[in-house]
């Protein structure tokens, strides 16, 4: 069975520094896996997936993450955090074995001080 | 411009009663999914479906219907049986099982 597991429910970081925003995952096969983000009272937004190739993967606004297959893990990170990042942010995956299920984890919220 | 479509915005429902939440999309995309999100919980997939007239349960189905009579429209009705429905609703969908999932706004249900 498919899972997602956000270790942290919040991550506190000071503008200007480096975040982490974790995730773990359990599939069937290969995975592919993405990253969201989640205003207030709004639908998620495509951030990155990987679905192949380079373990290291860019996405919108500077994020980017690291498939690790031997850990299960695609962290989020971004070099450089801003306020505007304060949001909840959820990973998810589905397998490659042909089915469209897609599980995501239970989200973790970022809060970025000024 | 393409997206996905959820109405109402709000919805209230009274004991005993069902009500239907509303997903269109105009993406021309195959696959279509519903998702209720609780504080603490994420996303827990409720029902998705692959290609019209065929849908799957998801993780926690009971209490819910669906319906995909056409591509274009998902909607999900919340049953009486649901006895915990107040919750936010999402609707997604994806044309290519690579790509990632677009969602709407969501639909925020409560009980009166």
């Known amino acids: 069975a498919q899972s997602v597991a956000q270790p942290e429910d919040q991550v506190n970081v000071a503008e200007g520094n480096p975040l982490t925003v974790k995730c773990t995952y359990s599939?069937?096969?290969?995975?592919?896996l993405f990253w969201y983000v989640q205003y207030p009272n709004r639908g998620l937004q495509f951030l990155l997936k990987?679905?192949?190739?380079?373990?290291l993967v860019k996405g919108s606004y500077g994020f980017e993450a690291e498939f690790n297959k031997s850990q299960t893990s695609f962290h989020l990170k971004k070099p450089s955090a801003l306020v505007s990042d304060s949001a909840l942010y959820f990973c998810?995956?589905?397998?490659?074995?042909?089915?469209?299920?897609?599980?995501f984890g239970a989200g973790t919220r970022l809060f970025v001080k000024a | 411009d393409g997206g996905i479509t959820q109405s109402p915005k709000y919805l209230f429902r009274k004991e005993g009663q069902n009500v239907t939440l509303s997903c269109e999309q105009n993406l021309n995309h195959d696959a279509m999914y519903w998702y209720r999100q609780d504080p603490g919980q994420g996303l827990r997939l409720i029902y998705y479906s692959q290609i019209v007239n065929d849908f799957q349960k998801g993780d926690i189905a009971e209490g819910y219907s669906v319906s995909r009579e056409k591509k274009e429209s998902f909607p999900l009705t919340v049953t009486s049986a649901q006895k915990n429905p107040t919750a936010f609703y999402l609707c997604?969908?994806?044309?290519?099982?690579?790509?990632?999932?677009?969602f709407g706004d969501g639909t925020r249900l409560s009980i009166l």
């Open positions: 997604a969908s994806i044309g290519d099982r690579r790509q990632p999932q677009h």
């Open positions: 998810a995956v589905r397998d490659n074995t042909g089915g469209f299920k897609t599980i």
């Open positions: 990987y679905i192949t190739g380079d373990n």
């Open positions: 599939v069937s096969g290969n995975p592919y």
